[in-house]
């Protein structure tokens, strides 16, 4: 989950619906932005957060009883073996893409555990297989990988409140084309990106997310139970390009 505090208690956007939120951010990118197989890019994108863990016991919330954001929460392989399982059956360009972001999420691990370092090692052979099969160089794999990077980078921008004050620049990360971009908030709400890289000149997008008046919870099932009542609401975000 990604936990914002508001006034009225605790925001609580799932992981699931910030890769919606990035897929919709790729699907507006220009014709030379995109990559090749772009439907599966997308479908890539929009779920490299799938398979989150099930929690069990107080696996959810922090020691103070409060909803954990998953910046709080220790990195296990779990999530990762099952996402890379289940892509598998969807193309070879879905795995590769996800591959790669499992191997950029994890590669700190190397060498800390036996099962890192295997999970790691089985990555890069199951993109080496993905790469030859597909008739692709390293080169134009990693340049596809900067599309998901970049998406995911800005959607948690969003999602987690990032944007700084007084129309300051943000800069999200290098674009496939190799530039960096950046993004900043004007006085009216509206968003710039620049350079701008979308094919429309203005687009809307917008992250399903719930609010939790209750503070403290004894355990992940109650958690889950009040999640389960609040009723979704939506958040919305227009880019411009001038």
């Not at 790691?120 to 597909?134: I, M, P, V």
């Amino acid at each position: 989950m990604i936990v914002n505090t508001v006034p009225q208690g605790w925001e609580i956007i799932y992981q699931q619906a910030h890769g919606v939120l990035a897929a919709q951010l790729a699907y507006h990118l220009k014709p030379d932005l995109q990559s090749p197989h772009w439907v599966e890019t997308i479908i890539a994108i929009a779920n490299h957060d799938n398979r989150q863990k099930t929690w069990r016991g107080k696996d959810g919330l922090t020691p103070a009883g409060a909803p954990a954001d998953f910046t709080l929460l220790p990195t296990t392989l779990e999530q990762a073996r099952a996402l890379m399982h289940a892509v598998r059956f969807q193309s070879r360009w879905v795995a590769l893409l996800t591959s790669m972001h499992m191997s950029f999420l994890y590669e700190g691990q190397r060498g800390k555990h036996k099962s890192a370092t295997a999970f790691l090692d089985e990555q890069k052979a199951l993109q080496r297989t993905c790469r030859q099969h597909l008739g692709i160089s390293r080169k134009e794999a990693e340049r596809a990988y900067a599309i998901m990077q970049w998406c995911d980078r800005l959607s948690l921008i969003l999602c987690r409140n990032e944007l700084p004050a007084d129309a300051r620049a943000l800069e999200i990360t290098a674009g496939p084309d190799g530039k960096a971009y950046f993004v900043r908030q004007l006085q009216n709400s509206e968003l710039r990106v620049e350079p701008w890289p979308f094919a429309p000149e203005q687009l809307r997008v917008q992250v399903e997310y719930r609010v939790l008046a209750q503070l403290q919870f004894r355990n992940d099932l109650e958690l889950a139970q009040a999640l389960h009542g609040a009723r979704p609401q939506y958040r919305e975000w227009t880019l411009g390009a001038s």
